[in-house]
């Protein structure tokens, strides 16, 4: 059974990072969904790695990002002479490198769902990323209802339903914190940030999400970012 616990001792962790020659380059944690997929699912399975955090809307953000990944995009991973520049790319990337740690479900019919359900996250939901654009310090209920990001709400409850009554036995979606829980990480904090009602067991499965280590982790570390984008503010519903 994988542990949830994080390593509590930063220079030992920074030096495991170094050695195993991985840096993960991501924006700012209160802003960045796809950056978040990634760290989530790395630090939820010890994955030891170098952080570069590059701010979002800055004069020189385009430049920064240019020195790891000409796609001009966060995030990014680094691991040694290997540049990957997609969240779910990244992912299957480490889930083969490291297949002691099960990042994918085990068993096939949940692997092969895991893996459709973070595609379609991964590729889909666009009036939801458009009206709810993530943003963990703010406070927004009610807004940003579409119908386009309405129909989507839908069908991620559809989702994370199915997955739960099939395979997730009420924890998370296939039982185990996998890629596939941290590729609904951003989701379930948009859910927060505009107040989305949901069913009593789809909210008890977001709950176990954000209480998770490294979720937890990630939401503390963006309350405490103090920099804005503000690109990304004024995408923000009204």
């Known amino acids: 059974m994988?542990?949830?616990?994080?390593?509590?001792?930063?220079?030992?962790?920074l030096d495991d990072a170094r050695k195993a020659g991985l840096t993960l380059v991501i924006g700012n944690k209160n802003y960045s969904s796809w950056s978040m997929r990634p760290w989530v699912a790395m630090t939820a399975f010890g994955i030891p790695f170098t952080e570069v955090r590059v701010l979002l809307d800055k004069p020189d953000t385009a430049a920064r990002i240019a020195e790891y990944s000409a796609a001009g995009r966060v995030p990014?991973?680094?691991?040694?002479?290997?540049?990957i520049w997609d969240s779910l790319a990244i992912c299957e990337y480490l889930a083969e490198q490291f297949q002691e740690k099960h990042m994918w479900p085990q068993d096939v019919a949940a692997r092969a769902m895991a893996r459709a359900v973070s595609?379609?996250?991964?590729?889909?939901?666009s009036d939801l990323r458009t009206a709810m654009p993530m943003n963990i310090r703010a406070s927004l209920p009610g807004r940003g209802r579409t119908p386009g990001s309405q129909g989507d709400i839908g069908r991620i409850c559809e989702i994370w339903e199915e997955c739960l009554s099939r395979f997730g036995h009420h924890q998370f979606l296939f039982g185990e914190f996998s890629i596939a829980d941290a590729f609904y990480a951003p989701v379930v904090?948009?859910?927060?940030?505009?107040?989305?009602?949901?069913?009593?067991a789809l909210q008890a499965y977001c709950d176990r999400v954000a209480a998770h280590p490294a979720v937890a982790r990630w939401i503390s570390e963006a309350l405490a970012e103090t920099e804005t984008a503000d690109k990304h503010d004024q995408e923000l519903p009204k």
């Open 2 to 13: 994988q542990t949830t616990e994080l390593d509590p001792t930063l220079s030992q962790t």
């Open 76 to 83: 990014v991973l680094v691991a040694g002479e290997i540049t």
């Open 119 to 125: 595609a379609e996250m991964h590729s889909g939901f």
């Open 189 to 200: 904090m948009r859910f927060r940030t505009y107040g989305v009602s949901l069913a009593p």
